[in-house]
């Protein structure tokens, strides 16, 4: 659980420090379409690192490994990241595939859900992810 969690907060980490990255992510995230053939090499990098982890902590989960208190704050990431049209997108076209038929469900479960939220659960976010993409011309 703990290595799972630094896995995270390096994930997160390394947006923080990487304008380039963090650029290129803004932009994949609101909509891939916008990007370049390295730059979506590595949105889809970066989305696919990010699922491996997901998906270690969900199967820790499932196992008990991690109580259901901690797993519904990752769960709670999980809905943020999906809300994103460029990582539906993904996930939806991922060529590599590499996860477990399980995982894959409760995927599928939260962008169905989150496809029916109102709009204005994630506009907010979008329109962040928007500015980050105008201010820094990616």
């Known amino acids: 659980m703990d290595k799972i969690t630094k896995e995270r907060a390096d994930f997160i980490k390394l947006l923080a420090t990487e304008s380039e990255l963090s650029q290129i992510i803004a932009a994949g995230l609101s909509s891939s379409s916008r990007l370049k053939t390295k730059e979506y090499f590595r949105f889809t990098s970066y989305l696919y690192y990010l699922f491996v982890q997901l998906e270690l902590g969900f199967r820790k989960w499932k196992r008990g490994h991690i109580d259901d208190e901690l ?53 907010k976010q979008l329109d962040f992810l928007e500015k980050i993409t105008r201010a820094n011309n990616v």
């Open 71 to 123: 797993w519904n704050a990752w769960n709670e990431g999980v809905r943020w990241w999906i809300r994103c049209p460029g990582t539906r997108d993904w996930w939806k076209n991922n060529p590599a595939g590499g996860f477990t038929p399980e995982f894959k469900e409760y995927i599928d479960r939260i962008i169905d859900a989150v496809i029916k939220e109102p709009p204005e659960i994630f506009s």
